[in-house]
């Protein structure tokens, strides 16, 4: 019996060492170089000239403008795109679960926003809202170049978000929708509760976990926007992202040490994001993630 | 569910469903309108087309960058898909069915890879892939790709596997099989369609990316199509060239709105499994 189980567990190990290795030599061993790379002053352009600076790289990425305006940046765009695609996906979900008619067609187009390329669907909402190709303005009656200013630009950029990903989170929030049991919904309707009492009461509460971990998915994702932004503005109109400062940094300037301190240090705020989530949720995610599988 | 309700929320919830669709089918409808306006036609501001032209698609393909790229599309997010869904398997099977104590060890890697920002190892990489050779090839957008998207093969393998009826490995088992065999010639056949649905999951993810694809390629060597989209250039710099983009985006985006249709159920199930059990 021992041998036995000695056995599978080796199974197991083999199993999953290919997955485990690759993932580890993938993103591990390059974060640790980019640590390492962030010490020193290190320029692509002139490669000898690389020198130990210590922790000089991060001393100026803190104390540059650039960097706290990206943060701020993004920092709007995720809690812009996440808050409004938390209420619109509830919404859809709420469609595609009660839907009387096409329940299949509703969940088919659901997909497609998820299945678009995100630099495609960008491109399509540019040219909408562009005023000399787009329908917009003449839908609207309006007359503004929605892409060469501040605020209108981070509206483009959060709306080509929200359509792109509010899929994703309504068919999260639809997972965990059907896990409500409709006897207890049927129950407290014959108990005279209204539909919004019953939605407050009952649905949102049971849903507590499924919301949680559709959010916390959603943050870390929209946190890491690129392409939208990339495709949209370039970073123009003060629209850059820290992952727009990011790649300029190290593919555009080619400034391998100071854009590796960009690096580490939006890994950082990611692991801060992640940590704060969890703790603020306490143990409902870690009861979720525990139980699994 | 359905018969119930007074005939007002019927009608709400009907009128939701065709929201919905509308929702999810203007820009799609429009970036197709585009793409078929004759370029006289592409300021009229109008949703559709006055007259229909398919002088862009024309364009798109005499020209060798389009091509190029789309062929590097394809095999890139088809080899990221094989690879990742092939290590996930194995992985999702020993979480699954063995009782081993790397579970914790494989989802706990998974889960971190699942929010680690892709950012943060662009420099590295840029880095380690001009060292290497790795650069601009296909093998250096494979490698990221198959990576980050082995914790949705993972959690979505795992989720379908754990619907397959067990016993019959058990049966194997008996029979003297070992527990490799009882894996391959058992269960794999009855995990084809988690793992086929897995592998759509996958492709799509290699088929969207840009950020690795703008910064580790140079060339139409390894160029895929998000990139290629993003750095067409007309005449002149400060003009794109809108109905070549549009005619490129709908070439590429059709045949994943087929693939996304005609396997709805299963993608919805994949995609939902994962992140509300994982």
Request: charged share 15%; proline share 5%.
């Amino acid at each position: 019996m021992k041998s036995w189980m000695r056995s599978e567990s080796r199974l197991g190990w083999l199993l999953c060492a290919p997955a485990i290795l690759t993932m580890a030599v993938v993103t591990a061993y390059p974060i640790a170089y980019a640590f390492w790379l962030s010490l020193f002053r290190y320029d692509l352009r002139f490669p000898r000239e690389r020198t130990f600076v210590g922790l000089a790289n991060y001393a100026s990425v803190l104390t540059s403008e650039v960097w706290w305006r990206s943060m701020v940046n993004t920092l709007i765009i995720t809690i812009g795109s996440v808050t409004v695609e938390l209420v619109l996906g509830f919404a859809l979900a709420l469609v595609m679960h009660r839907a009387v008619f096409g329940r299949r067609t509703v969940r088919a187009a659901v997909l497609v926003p998820y299945g678009i390329i995100t630099v495609v669907a960008a491109l399509a909402w540019k040219f909408a809202f562009d005023p000399t190709t787009g329908f917009v303005n003449a839908l609207l009656g309006l007359d503004q170049a929605w892409l060469t200013e501040r605020w209108s630009a981070f509206l483009v950029i959060i709306f080509t978000e929200i359509w792109k990903t509010t899929p994703f989170m309504a068919l999260l929030l639809l997972a965990g929708l059907t896990l409500v049991p409709d006897d207890l919904l049927r129950a407290a309707r014959v108990d005279g509760a209204s539909a919004t009492q019953r939605f407050f009461k009952i649905t949102l509460p049971l849903m507590k976990p499924a919301i949680l971990v559709a959010l916390l998915f959603r943050t870390l994702d929209a946190f890491r926007i690129f392409d939208t932004v990339f495709v949209q503005t370039r970073g123009a109109q003060d629209t850059e992202t820290v992952s727009v400062v990011g790649y300029n940094t190290l593919v555009v300037r080619l400034n391998l040490g100071l854009g590796s301190a960009v690096s580490v240090l939006i890994f950082v705020s990611v692991v801060i994001i992640a940590v704060l989530f969890v703790k603020a949720f306490g143990t409902s995610v870690d009861r979720e993630q525990g139980e699994s599988p | 569910m359905n018969a119930e309700g007074s005939s007002n929320e019927r009608v709400l919830w009907g009128f939701g469903s065709v929201a919905v669709v509308v929702y999810a089918l203007i820009p799609v409808v429009w970036i197709l309108s585009l793409s078929l306006k004759p370029s006289a036609d592409l300021n009229d501001n109008r949703f559709f087309p006055r007259a229909v032209s398919f002088d862009h698609y024309r364009t798109i393909f005499q020209d060798i960058q389009f091509p190029a790229a789309l062929w590097n599309s394809v095999g890139i997010a088809t080899l990221s898909s094989l690879l990742a869904v092939t290590l996930g398997m194995f992985a999702a099977y020993a979480i699954v069915r063995l009782r081993f104590p790397g579970r914790r060890l494989v989802l706990g890697a998974a889960l971190s890879i699942a929010i680690f920002p892709p950012i943060a190892i662009i420099g590295p990489l840029f880095d380690l892939w001009r060292a290497v050779g790795l650069f601009d090839t296909w093998a250096g957008l494979v490698l990221p790709y198959m990576t980050f998207t082995l914790p949705l093969a993972i959690w979505s393998l795992s989720a379908f596997f754990r619907e397959i009826p067990w016993d019959l490995e058990k049966a194997a088992r008996m029979d003297g099989a070992t527990p490799f065999q009882a894996f391959s010639r058992v269960i794999a056949p009855l995990a084809a369609p988690g793992v086929f649905t897995t592998s759509i999951l996958v492709f799509i993810f290699a088929w969207n990316d840009f950020l690795f694809a703008a910064s580790l390629t140079s060339t139409n060597n390894a160029r895929t199509v998000p990139a290629a989209i993003a750095f067409f250039t007309g005449s002149s710099r400060f003009e794109l060239p809108t109905g070549s983009i549009a005619a490129a985006s709908v070439v590429v985006t059709v045949p994943i709105i087929m693939l996304v249709l005609v396997f709805q159920r299963r993608i919805v199930a994949g995609l939902t499994a994962g992140a509300v059990k994982g």
